[in-house]
């Protein structure tokens, strides 16, 4: 193997995160990779990985010289792109990842559209609610709710806030007085997304100050059509995606609570998350390309619409581009799993 090809190696070694993983990845086998990477380090006569049986980690020097490594391959695959751009057609196989239920609406008539573009491409998708790691997983691409992203070796672009309402059956509220102030919430029982998804609390703008509500809550879940069921079955008040209420609310199977009272950051963020590499893939870059132009489509169509929207909530929209690190493209963000602000229970502040 020669020299270029084990700095391909290597880096896969190191986005990977494993032999055998950066193996799959390349089409090759483990003991190549392992003898590639042998190979590299007795050319730069220095220990590139701490291998152990469970994972391998960069040693010092590595770790500079994957830095001037990643580098010089984005280079050099930026020339061969350039020489090739006038035929180079999107081909291959896509591997997207998606959250299950914050997709249900857009996932199959996004993919759709892009295949009648792109017939060439194939799409293996998985649909998880789960974290995922998409260079170690071997993913192109993620459709992803914040919290699902383990590492930070991502770009990510917003492509949609999707507007929560919140919601209670009429049978719950039979048994319980209806909430007609929001500091009425804390002697009710809720159903919420697992806190390790959101924070099990509502924040309501009041005037000049925000209210802080802590929800006591019976079910916690990851999944929102789950949460929508258990709220028909009378289990308590909660906030799905309002997509998803929609049929509900217009039958009376659902009644919206305190439509009258703005809550901060009820949505939910939809992001496109792929690798940080400069040059990205035909297949990559169309996709991108393509859900960018789709997400601006949902937008419009949601403004023009003359559906109902709760009061005080947004509507789900596609929101402007976010500012983009120095080495990415525009529009695009530097992925960071920020923590829920913090806020007292029950407390107010200005």
Do not use: W
């Not at 008539?109 to 649909?127: A, E, G, M």
């Not at 997983?137 to 917003?158: A, E, H, K, N």
């Not at 919601?167 to 159903?191: D, I, K, N």
């Not at 509507?315 to 402007?320: G, L, M, V, Y």
């Amino acid at each position: 193997m020669d020299y270029l090809e084990s700095l391909r190696v290597f880096r896969a070694v190191v986005e990977a995160r494993s032999f055998t993983r950066a193996a799959d990845m390349l089409g090759l086998t483990t003991p190549i990779v392992s003898r590639s990477i042998a190979g590299l380090e007795r050319r730069l006569g220095s220990r590139l990985f701490n291998r152990t049986t469970r994972q391998v980690s960069l040693t010092e020097a590595a770790e500079r010289f994957y830095e001037g490594c990643a580098r010089i391959l984005d280079d050099l695959e930026a020339l061969e792109a350039d020489a090739s751009a006038q035929t180079l057609e999107p081909s291959g196989v896509l591997r997207l990842v998606a959250h299950t239920t914050a997709t249900v609406n857009r996932l199959v008539p996004l993919i759709s559209t892009f295949k009648h573009k792109h017939p060439k491409v194939n799409l293996d998708v998985t649909l998880t609610e789960r974290p995922v790691d998409l260079v170690a997983d071997g993913y192109d691409l993620g459709i992803v709710l914040p919290f699902m992203l383990s590492s930070d070796t991502v770009v990510t672009r917003l492509l949609e806030r999707m507007a929560l309402v919140m919601v209670a059956s009429p049978a719950y509220l039979q048994r319980h007085s209806r909430p007609t102030h929001p500091s009425e919430l804390a002697e009710h029982t809720f159903v919420v997304f697992s806190p390790a998804f959101r924070k099990p609390q509502l924040t309501f703008r009041l005037g000049n100050e925000d209210l802080v509500v802590p929800l006591k809550y019976d079910i916690a879940s990851n999944n929102a059509v789950f949460n929508r069921e258990m709220l028909l079955e009378g289990f308590g008040i909660g906030t799905v995606p309002a997509a998803l209420a929609q049929g509900e609310l217009a039958s009376g199977r659902l009644v919206a609570i305190l439509e009258e009272f703005e809550v901060i950051d009820a949505t939910l963020e939809l992001r496109l998350a792929y690798n940080t590499r400069t040059l990205l893939p035909a297949k990559v870059k169309a996709f991108v390309e393509h859900a960018a132009e789709f997400f601006a489509e949902v937008s419009t169509a949601n403004a023009a619409s003359t559906n109902a929207v709760p009061a005080k909530a947004a509507p789900a929209r596609a929101a402007p581009a976010d500012t983009a690190p120095a080495d990415t493209a525009p529009a695009d963000t530097a992925s960071a799993k920020a923590p829920p602000a913090k806020a007292s229970p029950g407390s107010k502040r200005r």
